[in-house]
């Protein structure tokens, strides 16, 4: 099996779809190789793109409050995301990229073998569990996919535009916490 390094490196060649050649840069994840827990966002935004790494612009900075609430450190959990490479002016990832782009996350998640995968939005929700639902009758259980349980929840960004989703997401992250022994 890869391991995630030489997954990770292999995602910086990819031209399985038209995003690479818009972006500054791939951005396809960083974390422990070992980690028990695994966050999936959407996609790389400007930041990340800047930065080629994930979750560092204004829906990460949330993310890291969420994290530190939860006492759950960056160094001990994976970050990944569905697509690697920013869409141009962040507009949501199309069904075809999305495919083309799922068999890096799918070596991801294979190589690092996560307990748990808590996915940050509507799009990592329907790419993991392969369904069509809402977020809302998606969040607040645990899923099972195949040996992970996964649980839903709303993105960061969403939060940023809805304080009121604020309550039921840290609902979510308590049952993390639970599940993580926090
Ligand atoms: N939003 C995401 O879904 N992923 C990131 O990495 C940053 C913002
Ligand atoms: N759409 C999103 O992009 N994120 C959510 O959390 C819910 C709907």
């Avoid at 050649?21 to 980690?35: D, R, S």
């Avoid at 996964?150 to 535009?161: D, G, I, Q």
Wanted: charged share 25%; hydrophobic share 35%; glycine share 8%.
């Amino acid at each position: 099996m890869l391991k995630i390094e030489e997954i990770n490196q292999k995602t910086l060649q990819c031209e399985r779809c038209s995003l690479r050649n818009g972006v500054k840069q791939v951005v396809p994840g960083e974390g422990n190789p070992k980690a028990h827990l695994m966050l999936i966002g959407e996609g790389p935004g400007q930041e990340e793109d800047e930065k080629g790494r994930p979750f560092v612009g204004t829906a990460g900075k949330l993310l890291d409050k969420i994290l530190e609430a939860s006492q759950l450190k960056r160094e001990e959990i994976y970050i990944a995301n569905v697509i690697k490479c920013r869409p141009p002016r962040n507009r949501t990832p199309q069904t075809n990229e999305i495919e083309s782009c799922k068999p890096w996350l799918d070596l991801q998640i294979a190589a690092i073998s996560p307990d748990l995968i808590v996915c940050l939005g509507l799009t990592a929700a329907r790419t993991i569990l392969g369904v069509n639902d809402s977020l809302q009758n998606l969040r607040g259980r645990w899923h099972q996919f195949g040996e992970i349980k996964v649980l839903c929840t709303y993105h960061p960004a969403a939060l940023l535009r809805d304080p009121k989703l604020k309550v039921p997401t840290w609902a979510d992250f308590k049952m993390v916490m639970q599940e993580c022994g926090k």
